[in-house]
């Protein structure tokens, strides 16, 4: 099936009104909102609580790197969603690339568990 470029015109038209959308709305707020500058206004403010000390404090890096594996394993298990459903169709070999799959999975998690990452008291 060929596409004329008449064809995209609607979508253009929609984006066009809605980059117009955003712009011109930041634009009449920018325009009509308040500009009271004030120490007060300037201080840093994080849920309801008076900031103290300094910002750069340092924090450890277990927190990081179990948002990473986190994450890591969290996208793992959305690898598994599409086999999961396409199971039957994908027959032995499937089933022998996802256990693969889950032993490199399982082979990086027994690495992190003898590393000791997960390890908070350390």
Not at 3 to 18: E, G, H, M, N, R
Not at 89 to 114: N, P, R, S, T
Request: glycine share 8%.
């Amino acid at each position: 099936m060929n596409y004329l470029p008449a064809d995209y015109l609607p979508i253009i038209v929609q984006l066009v009104l809605a980059l117009a959308f955003i712009v011109l709305t930041m634009i009449v707020t920018h325009s009509i909102g308040p500009k009271r500058n004030s120490e007060k206004k300037g201080d840093p403010f994080e849920c309801g609580i008076e900031s103290k000390g300094d910002a750069r404090t340092p924090i450890s890096i277990k927190y990081f790197l179990v948002a990473i594996l986190f994450v890591l394993f969290d996208v793992e298990v959305i690898f598994m969603y599409p086999w999961a459903v396409n199971f039957q169709k994908l027959g032995l070999f499937g089933f022998v690339e996802m256990v693969l799959f889950m032993g490199l999975l399982l082979a990086g998690f027994y690495y992190i568990i003898k590393k000791g990452v997960l390890d908070w008291e350390k």
